[in-house]
């Protein structure tokens, strides 16, 4: 499994559409950063509500670095859909993971506020979830599960708006809004950490499964 | 050794891209099937290696196999030697830069893949191929290379050990091979029939029917040209019902 994630890591690394979603992040993260972000905790939620669609517009450029034919070799040498797909997971989650954490480490070092170590850390775990679900959400947008650039940007576009449509309800909605009070926010990630892991297993599971039938 | 037994393929409710094709492929007798365009060659392939699921029927695989597309993708930016090293690190196996070099690879294996020329991408495609330890299975091996590296490429294969699966759509010769070919033969007519019962023995005996089989509860039967309209008057006089006829 670690020569699969190096591999794709350095195809998506040669290819440069990692470029425009990380670029957008880090352009957004620089705007709630040039004067006053507010209160330390709160100071999150704008960061956290962006890595959301960010970790969905990644995941897809992730899973379909590779062209199909090229993902069919990469497939067989694999040993088959289950791994390949793992693999797609497993790096998005791990390209998140790293972007959550630059996410979490911005404000402290450039907001004149005091940030406390475990304020920090509640940050990076809000940040985490937020881009691991939007890493679940990417998987099910991209191939094998969904064929085609056009229908694939507005699932990507219409699953992103969806989550802050029903206000605070998991697995992003209530973390927003926990954020936003500075209060109940352990229980609250809590819930949505374990909806997003389930939704990255159920995306991986499905993008296995329909692999080898739209095949 | 690989077995397909008695594998169809349709996508969603469309027409059957394969139907009913039983196959055994063992090591040291490698399998060419042969075929038109549009018979299903391809598609047979996919579902040998493992990409697509049989809408029918079962596969069993070994666990090593190697697959080589029809058409390797032209703009792929990893240089040759890192696709292949990674590759082989996927598979667990060594990088075996030795089997270019027997290809006759020129270029400069550094550089971006998008940089060869067709012939040096097929060859990174099969070296590719040629490091699984149990069933190689190419599509179009010969497609872009030179006489030489086509020659070398038959000595790779039969070297292998491996089950060999391969088309060819001219007539290269692999030792020792066996041709299957797909779909109805030059000129045949296809007709699938629904309610045949005990009627088969008759419609099998009649003139220029080629091949009857039952499938399901009906049968395929493949006939002469000049012998179908008979065989259809025929096969409806005796109470079957004809779900398709295709040429």
């Not at chain 1, 705007?31 to 939620?45: K, R, T």
Request: hydrophobic residues 50%; glycine residues 12%.
């Amino acid at each position: 499994m670690s020569y699969l994630v190096r591999y794709l890591l350095a195809d998506v690394l040669r290819g440069q559409r990692f470029l425009p979603p990380l670029l957008v992040y880090g352009a957004v993260l620089a705007m709630f950063n040039a004067g006053d972000a507010g209160p330390p905790l709160s100071a999150y939620a704008g960061s956290c509500a962006f890595l959301y669609p960010a970790a969905v517009w990644l995941t897809v450029v992730i899973a379909t670095s590779e062209d199909p034919v090229r993902r069919a070799v990469t497939v067989v040498a694999a040993g088959g859909w289950g791994r390949a797909q793992a693999a797609v997971t497993l790096l998005s989650c791990l390209a998140v993971t790293a972007v959550a954490l630059a996410a979490a480490v911005v404000p402290p070092l450039v907001q004149p506020r005091p940030y406390p170590v475990a304020v920090v850390v509640l940050g990076f775990a809000a940040l985490l979830v937020c881009g691991l679900t939007g890493v679940g959400v990417g998987v099910l947008c991209a191939r094998p599960v969904i064929t085609r650039h056009g229908w694939s940007a507005l699932t990507a576009a219409a699953l992103a708006v969806a989550a802050f449509l029903f206000g605070q309800v998991p697995p992003i909605g209530n973390v927003l809004g926990a954020l936003g009070r500075e209060h109940d926010l352990v229980p609250n990630l809590v819930v949505s950490g374990v909806c997003a892991v389930v939704l990255l297993v159920a995306s991986t599971v499905v993008s296995r499964t329909l692999g080898p039938r739209r095949d | 050794m690989v077995r397909l037994d008695r594998i169809g393929k349709r996508y969603g409710r469309g027409p059957w891209v394969l139907r009913d094709v039983t196959l055994v492929v063992e090591p040291g007798e490698p399998v060419v099937v042969t075929g038109g365009n549009g018979t299903g060659k391809s598609t047979l392939l996919r579902i040998a290696a493992g990409l697509s699921r049989p809408s029918a029927g079962r596969v069993t695989r070994p666990r090593s196999v190697g697959y080589l597309p029809e058409r390797f993708p032209t703009g792929v930016k990893l240089p040759a030697r890192d696709y292949l090293r990674l590759l082989a690190g996927v598979r667990g196996v060594a990088a075996r830069w030795d089997l270019v070099e027997a290809l006759g690879f020129v270029g400069d294996p550094d550089a971006p893949m998008a940089t060869l020329s067709k012939g040096n991408t097929q060859k990174i495609a099969l070296a590719q191929a040629l490091t699984a330890t149990d069933l190689l299975v190419l599509d179009e091996p010969w497609s872009g290379l030179d006489a030489a590296a086509g020659a070398v490429l038959v000595d790779l294969v039969a070297a292998s050990g491996c089950a060999v699966l391969v088309t060819d759509h001219h007539g290269h010769d692999l030792p020792g091979a066996r041709r299957v070919p797909l779909g109805a033969g030059p000129g045949g007519v296809v007709v699938e029939l629904d309610r045949v019962g005990e009627a088969l023995a008759r419609i099998a005996a009649l003139d220029g029917v080629r091949d009857a089989r039952a499938v399901g509860g009906g049968a395929r039967v493949e006939v002469e040209p000049g012998h179908s309209d008979r065989l259809l008057a025929e096969a409806l006089r005796l109470g079957c019902s004809v779900r398709s006829v295709r040429s």
